[in-house]
């Protein structure tokens, strides 16, 4: 419903809007055959008016756990040394993601 909204919203001047899923392409087809979905975009959909991108995050449980990490990690209320930092960085698995 969102999704169509945005779509006809005369503020939107590209007349496009553009959706991002986290997952790979392929995985959302998987999804498709098995019932689910994605959101319909493009000529002849429900949404004519949009684009879907897809980031290729094959494993997106995975980044949130390495982002929750990170956000401890930074919010952390004693104040460690650069080494013992690095060293609790590198904990978190945070490499992987880039």
Known sequence: MLIGQCNGNPKNVHSTTLIHDSRPF?????????????????????YPNCKIKFADIDNIHEVTKVYNKLITLGFQEKAKDAQTWIKELDKTDYRWML
């Open 26 to 46: 392929m995985n959302a087809m998987s999804n498709r055959a098995r019932g689910g979905g994605y959101e319909d975009c493009g000529a002849g959909a429900k």
